[in-house]
C-alpha cells in the first residue's frame, strides 16, 4: 500500500474522439499501477465534480454560463481544440474535483496524485488548447478559500508554458509578509525571466520549450524559456535552479506540480529530448525539494502526447513511483 492516496474516476475519459490527446491515458495508467502492484484498489480515492461555487473561484460566470449552457462560439470552440460536449464539461469537472481532493490530501499525507488533470492552459473567461477549465487554480482557490492554505507554488513541468495558471495569477494580493529583497536572489540566468518584485499569493514556475505553443506567454513568476532540444542534464539543472529561486523567494503552503509528460524526446507536440529516466528524475527532484523544505505537493498531470502512448503511460506511472520512492524512506 502507498504511504499517499492515488485520485482516479474512470469519468476522467475525455470523450474527444480520434486526437492526439490521447484520452484513455488515465484509466491505462490506473490499469499499469495495479498490475505491476505498485499501488491496489485501496490506494484510490474517487473524486467528486467540483462545483459550480468551486469553478466561479477562478472562472467567471459568463464562461461557466456557455459551457452549462452549450454556447460557445464557433471560434471559442476552436480555441478549445477539443470538440465541445456536455459530457466533456462533466469530465472537466470531475477534473477539477479531482485536483481539489489531491491538494486536501497532500494538506495530511504530503503527497497526493490526480491521475488527471494540469489543464494549465485554461483562462478564467475562456479555454484553449485542450484545456476547458482551470482544475489547479480551482484547487489552488479552493483551499484559500475554506482557510486550509494562505499560499501555493505552481512548478509546470508540462513542455508548454503554463499560460492560463500565469493569467489567473498574475493580479494576486501582496502577501501580508514582506518577500526577501531582489538582492538576495541568486545571480541572473540566461533565458530566465522573472515578474518584477510584485509577488502574490501564489507563485507560478513554468520551464518550457520556447519555440512552442502557446504563441503569447504571459509571465509566469519564472519562466524557465528552453532551447529546443536539451537533454536530462541541461533539464534537470534548469530545473534545480527555478526551484532553489523560487523557494528563497517564497514560502508556499501548497506545492502544485504539474509533471507533463510531453518534455519526452518522441512526443509529437514537444521538441526536448528527455529521456523516460531524465522525466523520472525530474520528478524524484522535485519531490525531493518538496519533502526536504516539508511543503505539500500535489501532483496533476497534463499533456503527453508520445508516438507510442505506452511511453506516455510509463512517463506518467513513474511519477507515482517516485513519489513512492521518495516519500517512503525515512530521511
Ligand atoms: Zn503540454
Not at 504530503?110 to 476547458?132: K, L, Q, T
Amino acid at each position: 500500500m502507498l504511504p499517499f492516496k492515488l485520485i482516479y474516476s474512470d469519468g476522467y475519459y475525455l470523450p474527444i474522439g480520434a486526437h492526439v490527446f490521447p484520452a484513455e491515458k488515465y484509466r491505462r495508467i490506473r490499469d499499469s499501477l495495479m498490475r505491476s502492484g505498485v499501488a491496489d484498489g485501496k490506494d484510490f480515492l474517487q473524486p467528486e465534480p467540483a462545483t459550480d461555487q468551486d469553478i466561479l473561484l477562478v472562472h467567471t460566470p459568463q464562461y461557466v454560463r456557455k459551457l452549462k449552457t452549450g454556447t460557445l462560439s464557433p471560434r471559442e470552440e476552436m480555441e478549445l481544440e477539443v470538440p465541445f460536449s456536455a459530457e466533456l464539461v462533466k469530465a472537466f469537472w470531475l477534473a477539477a474535483g479531482g485536483s481539489i481532493l489531491a491538494a486536501q490530501q497532500a494538506l495530511t499525507d504530503r503527497v497526493s496524485v490526480n491521475i488527471g488533470g494540469g489543464f494549465h492552459h485554461a483562462f478564467p473567461d475562456h479555454g484553449e488548447g485542450f484545456c476547458m477549465i482551470h482544475d489547479v487554480a480551482v484547487a489552488i482557490r479552493g483551499l484559500q478559500h475554506d482557510g486550509k492554505i494562505r499560499t501555493a507554488m505552481t512548478v509546470d513541468c508540462d513542455v508548454h508554458q503554463g499560460n492560463g495558471t500565469a493569467a489567473i495569477f498574475a493580479g494576486t494580493r501582496a502577501p501580508r509578509d514582506p518577500l526577501p529583497s531582489a538582492s538576495g536572489s541568486p545571480s541572473a540566468m540566461d533565458g530566465v525571466r522573472r515578474k518584477d518584485a510584485q509577488a502574490g499569493d501564489v507563485f507560478t514556475i513554468s520551464l518550457h520549450q520556447h519555440n512552442n505553443y502557446p504563441a503569447v506567454k504571459p509571465p509566469s513568476s519564472i519562466d524557465v524559456d528552453l532551447p529546443d532540444g536539451i537533454g536530462d542534464d541541461d533539464y534537470l539543472a534548469w530545473l534545480d535552479n527555478a526551484l532553489s529561486s523560487g523557494l528563497r523567494q517564497f514560502e508556499p503552503d501548497l506545492l502544485c506540480y504539474l509533471a507533463g509528460a510531453d518534455p519526452y524526446r518522441d512526443d509529437q507536440l514537444g521538441g526536448l529530448s528527455l529521456t523516460i529516466e531524465g522525466l523520472k528524475r525530474r520528478d524524484e527532484l522535485v519531490f525531493r525539494v518538496a519533502r526536504s523544505g516539508d511543503i505539500p505537493v500535489m501532483v496533476t498531470y497534463a499533456g503527453g502526447y508520445a508516438k507510442n502512448v505506452e511511453d506516455t503511460v510509463t512517463i506518467h506511472c513513474n511519477t507515482v513511483i517516485a513519489a513512492k520512492e521518495v516519500f517512503s524512506t525515512k530521511n
